[in-house]
């Protein structure tokens, strides 16, 4: 079972911030977050993933809280390219675990 | 570069028939994966090769369902005695080691 939470749909306005929740209370201290993105009818794209610091990439930025249970994903100025399912995954490791448990994720809708 | 490439793209068989889907990992890339994901749902794991390992089966949802990589290049997923329920978006991924998944686009399998 995946050992994360998240909404299952939000709008974002087209040049927004978009900030997709996940809560991960039960996270171990050796799981990583993982974020990856499924446009429809494609094969889910790697975002970006941390442990406890926050990290951006020229993707996205990830804030992970001080106790590491909740984590969100910012896109910072949101196209309409970017309306896609959004799945926050924990993982064990960051170079071990290998299989990705995925949950039904976040529908992200970008609005013009 | 190239990217994780499957083959067929579509297929289309009869209950009780067996299927073979291939997979085309990026060259060098020691961990392969492949997942299944029924419509509207997420991804489901089903099994996980890396390097000479013994590969992680624990995904099978069944006996009918058996997977080979020659080395670390090709992988083919075999089901036998299709059903109806096996219909879905098979998707593989690779990665070097552990880190970030790259995702082919999917095998379409409609067993009628």
């Known amino acids: 079972d995946a050992k994360t939470t998240q909404p299952p749909s939000m709008d974002c306005a087209e040049g927004r911030a978009a900030n997709l929740p996940c809560n991960h209370s039960?996270?171990?201290?050796?799981?990583?977050v993982y974020w990856y993105r499924q446009i429809h009818s494609q094969g889910p794209q790697y975002i970006i993933h941390?442990?406890?610091n926050n990290e951006t990439n020229e993707m996205a930025s990830l804030i992970i809280t001080e106790d590491r249970k909740s984590s969100t994903l910012i896109l910072p100025h949101a196209t309409l390219r970017d309306t896609a399912v959004y799945y926050c995954?924990?993982?064990?490791?960051?170079?071990?675990?290998?299989?990705?448990?995925f949950g039904q994720g976040t529908e992200l809708s970008v609005k013009p | 570069g190239a990217g994780v490439s499957q083959s067929p793209s579509n297929k289309v068989t009869e209950k009780g028939k067996d299927v073979e889907l291939r997979c085309d990992p990026i060259?060098?890339?020691?961990?392969l994966y492949w997942y299944r994901q029924r419509l509207g749902q997420g991804l489901e794991f089903l099994i996980y090769?890396?390097?000479?390992?013994?590969?992680?089966k624990s995904g099978l949802p069944s006996d009918r369902f058996s997977a080979e990589r020659t080395g670390e290049s090709v992988s083919t997923l075999t089901i036998q005695r299709t059903q109806q329920e096996d219909s879905a978006v098979y998707l593989c991924?690779?990665?070097?080691?552990?880190?970030?998944?790259?995702f082919g686009p999917g095998t379409r399998l409609t067993v009628l």
């Open positions: 991924a690779s990665s070097l080691r552990d880190n970030e998944q790259f």
């Open positions: 039960t996270i171990s201290g050796n799981e990583y």
């Open positions: 941390g442990l406890k």
């Open positions: 995954i924990v993982r064990v490791g960051n170079n071990q675990g290998g299989k990705l448990i």
């Open positions: 060259s060098g890339h020691t961990a």
């Open positions: 090769f890396q390097g000479n390992s013994a590969p992680d």
